[in-house]
């Protein structure tokens, strides 16, 4: 265990260190815009508090309207409270709530940082409410935005160093692993990442050559 957690010290360093390069990316984003626009196109319905893990400066978190965010950077942390984000220095695996206490979970472009994908879907099994949605958002390793992230962990990038991309088929084999039952999904993001010059409309679905894509998912035993 501790092990595990000081590689997530060690991984995130880097969001401490350039939190506010990394908040300043969002401003005026067409990507971000597309992004979110994907996640509200499921409209997605859910009880106080839900949580966002690996919440960042808050920019999301902020958008969706979740209450609720951790992560293993400090200083990002402080920039999600100025957003008004209930927040707390924590990692995915050991998560700061009893039981059956969040009324949902959102895991957005974290799940390819995280030490154990195993023991999240456990601690999220242990502290969602029955019925209560865990929300996936990740860019497939197979996509083009996915290789062109696998190219900068490559060049040793900062951000992506630690980066572990997953394929649509691996993340449904790990929610089916987990008793985890896929409710619905979007796709969006297929313009070329250097070519990314429209919004663009979602399609529902999970398609491996969408850069982006949206899970949303319940335990089977709820």
Not at 77 to 105: D, M, V
Not at 132 to 150: E, F, K
Request: a neutral charge; proline letters at 5%.
């Amino acid at each position: 265990m501790q092990r595990r957690t000081a590689n997530w010290k060690q991984n995130s360093q880097i969001f401490h260190e350039r939190a506010k390069e990394y908040d300043e990316w969002f401003k005026n984003s067409l990507l971000y815009s597309i992004e979110k626009a994907a996640i509200h196109s499921l409209d997605i319905t859910f009880s106080a508090p839900a949580l966002e893990v690996g919440v960042g400066p808050g920019r999301f978190a902020e958008a969706l309207h979740i209450p609720f965010g951790i992560d293993p950077a400090m200083a990002p942390l402080l920039l999600a409270e100025k957003r008004g984000i209930c927040t707390c220095q924590a990692i995915a695996e050991e998560l700061p709530f009893a039981k059956s206490s969040l009324g949902a979970i959102f895991l957005l472009f974290t799940l390819c940082f995280l030490e154990s994908p195993a023991l999240f879907l456990k601690e999220c099994r242990r502290v969602l409410r029955p019925n209560a949605p865990l929300v996936i958002g990740l860019v497939p390793a197979d996509s083009a935005w996915g290789l062109n992230l696998l190219r900068k962990k490559e060049q040793n990038h900062p951000f992506y160093q630690a980066a572990r991309l997953s394929t649509i088929a691996q993340v449904q084999q790990l929610l089916t692993a987990h008793g985890f039952h896929i409710l619905k999904s979007a796709s969006t993001l297929y313009q070329l990442p250097e070519k990314l010059v429209e919004f663009e409309q979602v399609k529902f679905g999970m398609d491996e050559k969408a850069g982006f894509v949206v899970i949303v998912a319940r335990h089977e035993d709820f």
